[in-house]
């Protein structure tokens, strides 16, 4: 644990960098990018049925493609951010003790500011979408594992309720629970090969991306306690 924390204290500038670094990325918001494109810049994603610049949205108004492609993008940006901020923060640690600790807490702290990026993003004005297809992406990097049972998760609850919104704030709820369950029972726990600190920085990083999520859905909680969430329907 005090390898992890001396780094911390003594690299913050590269800390620092990656994070500003994963914000920026996230900040390219790729509904609001293709929407513009598919309409040759005359609608705003955010100006169309929810209003929200994310990919349910721009399946609904703009299309299954504009939609396959803001999927694939947002899934993308959050893999770079990830890997990225995993690769400085493995630079600045250099020989620390843990190292494989320090590099997973690097992608999920990344993988954070990635979603801010993507809700709140410095190139629109700060008004984005709900980071769910983000949020997967800084999974798939930063701990496979949580990413496939988050999958699974997701299809469960999709495939019975057919609303997106309710797969999605489900698998966010559920997202700490996986993380905290192989950070700390089998890797800490079982294998010992990771320090106390590790299972926590990770578990407080999804837990705070639950949160984060779920506020960001609190529009879509309240129709769903109202029985008037939609069930998902694309634009032909």
């Not at 003594?10 to 800390?15: A, C, K």
């Not at 320090?102 to 809700?119: A, D």
């Not at 919104?165 to 079982?190: C, E, Q, R």
Request: glycine share 8%.
């Amino acid at each position: 644990m005090s390898g992890i924390l001396s780094f911390l204290e003594r690299s913050w500038y590269l800390v620092l960098i990656a994070v500003v670094a994963a914000y920026l990325i996230g900040s390219i918001n790729t509904a609001i990018i293709v929407t513009k494109a598919a309409t040759k810049g005359k609608e705003d994603i955010r100006n169309l049925g929810s209003g929200n610049a994310g990919f349910t949205n721009v399946l609904r108004s703009v299309g299954k493609v504009p939609a396959i492609l803001t999927i694939v993008c947002d899934l993308l940006k959050s893999v770079v951010a990830v890997l990225i901020g995993g690769w400085l923060f493995a630079i600045a640690a250099g020989n620390t003790q843990n190292l494989d600790a320090v590099v997973r807490i690097g992608k999920y702290i990344c993988g954070f500011f990635c979603i801010l990026g993507h809700s709140f993003p410095a190139y629109f004005r700060f008004k984005g979408g709900k980071g769910i297809v983000s949020a997967a992406g800084m999974m798939l990097v930063a701990d496979w594992r949580v990413f496939l049972l988050i999958v699974a998760t997701f299809l469960i609850v999709f495939i019975f309720s057919k609303i997106i919104s309710l797969a999605s704030i489900v698998s966010a709820f559920m997202f700490p629970v996986y993380t905290f369950f192989l950070t700390f029972v089998l890797d800490y726990k079982l294998a010992g090969s990771y320090p106390f600190l590790y299972w926590v920085l990770c578990t407080l990083a999804a837990a705070g991306i639950c949160a984060f999520v779920v506020i960001k859905h609190s529009s879509n909680i309240g129709r769903l306690i109202r029985g008037e969430e939609k069930k998902i329907t694309a634009k032909k």
